[in-house]
């Protein structure tokens, strides 16, 4: 386990053009935090407020506990509420990641309140961010967090879409990511995951081509529809999730189970 940590492990490979690997964490306790961030080749563990069973207490001692291990956290917050984005970043967060965003009006107003002035209106006082990037001083901070800090926004919604070049370009997003299954329901699809409906795999490889054309990076989760890393890495897919722990915890016994009961 490394013993120290200096910036975001996951910028530097995003900057690095390297497939960036994350699992994402459903589930509380630092212990299980621990175990997610020793896997190894992970570059992050997407912390999940919006969908996981986690509080804000919970939330930070998983930032402490993923830190060490030179991985970054980054957590998705439940709405782009500015003092959700403050909780986060100050429990150390390397980055947030916000769902349903669907105007550029959205998109700044996340990307001020990640940042401190004069990029951005977020306020100063957490004891702990620095320690989650290795720095010594608030000053160091201060003087580093607006450049290493990543900011993603999710486009999960038919406005989103129709709003996507304009959210794409806002000047303080790094990262885009898109909801296949939140796409699909706003846009009055059946929900298919395995066979999404054309219009939505349409939807989601022009917003995917107006990422590129910006030079955003990418995020997105592996599915049956968006094959494995190298696939999504070459339409510009660099932040990879492999999994969730609940889900992948479940498949695991169960297929254990099963070859237990067929032995």
Same mark, same amino acid.
């Given at each position: 386990?490394?013993?120290?940590?200096?910036?975001?492990?996951?910028? /530097? !490979? $995003?900057?690095? =053009?390297?497939?960036?690997?994350? &699992?994402? %964490? +459903?589930?509380?306790?630092?212990?299980? *935090?621990? @175990?997610?961030?020793?896997?190894?080749?992970?570059?992050?563990?997407?912390?999940?407020?919006?969908?996981?069973?986690?509080?804000?207490?919970?939330?930070?001692?998983?930032?402490?506990?993923?830190?060490?291990?030179?991985?970054?956290?980054?957590?998705?917050?439940?709405?782009?509420?500015?003092?959700?984005?403050? /909780? !986060? $970043?100050?429990? =150390?967060?390397?980055?947030?990641? &916000?769902? %349903? +965003?669907?105007?550029?009006?959205?998109? *700044?107003? @996340?990307?001020?309140?990640?940042?401190?002035?004069?990029?951005?209106?977020?306020?100063?006082?957490?004891?702990?961010?620095?320690?989650?990037?290795?720095?010594?001083?608030?000053?160091?901070?201060?003087?580093?967090?607006?450049?290493?800090?990543?900011?993603?926004?999710?486009?999960?919604?038919?406005?989103?879409?129709?709003?996507?070049?304009?959210?794409?370009?806002?000047?303080?997003?790094?990262?885009?990511?898109?909801?296949?299954?939140?796409?699909?329901?706003?846009?009055?699809?059946?929900?298919?995951?395995?066979?999404?409906?054309?219009?939505?795999?349409?939807?989601?490889?022009?917003?995917?081509?107006?990422?590129?054309?910006?030079?955003?990076?990418?995020?997105?989760?592996?599915?049956?529809?968006?094959?494995?890393?190298?696939?999504?890495?070459?339409?510009?897919?660099?932040?990879?999730?492999?999994?969730?722990?609940?889900?992948?915890?479940?498949?695991?016994?169960?297929?254990?189970?099963?070859?237990?009961?067929?032995?």
């Amino acid at each position: 386990m490394p013993l120290s940590i200096n910036g975001s492990p996951l910028r /530097r !490979a $995003l900057a690095e =053009g390297r497939p960036a690997l994350g &699992v994402t %964490m +459903v589930l509380p306790g630092a212990l299980h *935090a621990r @175990i997610l961030a020793s896997l190894p080749n992970l570059s992050y563990i997407f912390v999940d407020l919006e969908h996981g069973a986690m509080s804000d207490t919970e939330m930070q001692a998983a930032i402490q506990a993923i830190v060490p291990f030179g991985v970054s956290p980054i957590v998705r917050i439940p709405a782009g509420e500015p003092w959700m984005i403050k /909780r !986060a $970043l100050d429990a =150390g967060a390397h980055g947030i990641a &916000v769902p %349903m +965003v669907s105007t550029p009006e959205e998109a *700044a107003a @996340i990307a001020s309140a990640a940042r401190f002035p004069p990029n951005g209106c977020r306020g100063f006082g957490s004891t702990f961010s620095r320690d989650a990037f290795g720095w010594t001083s608030d000053a160091e901070y201060l003087e580093k967090a607006n450049n290493e800090i990543l900011v993603a926004v999710m486009i999960e919604t038919k406005q989103g879409y129709e709003n996507a070049e304009a959210i794409i370009n806002t000047p303080g997003i790094d990262i885009i990511m898109t909801g296949e299954t939140d796409i699909c329901l706003s846009m009055g699809y059946p929900l298919t995951p395995d066979n999404p409906a054309q219009e939505v795999t349409a939807a989601i490889s022009h917003i995917s081509s107006l990422a590129r054309k910006a030079n955003k990076w990418q995020g997105g989760r592996i599915r049956p529809s968006t094959g494995g890393p190298k696939a999504m890495a070459s339409r510009g897919i660099g932040m990879i999730q492999v999994g969730v722990d609940a889900w992948l915890l479940r498949e695991t016994l169960n297929a254990k189970i099963t070859q237990a009961m067929e032995s």
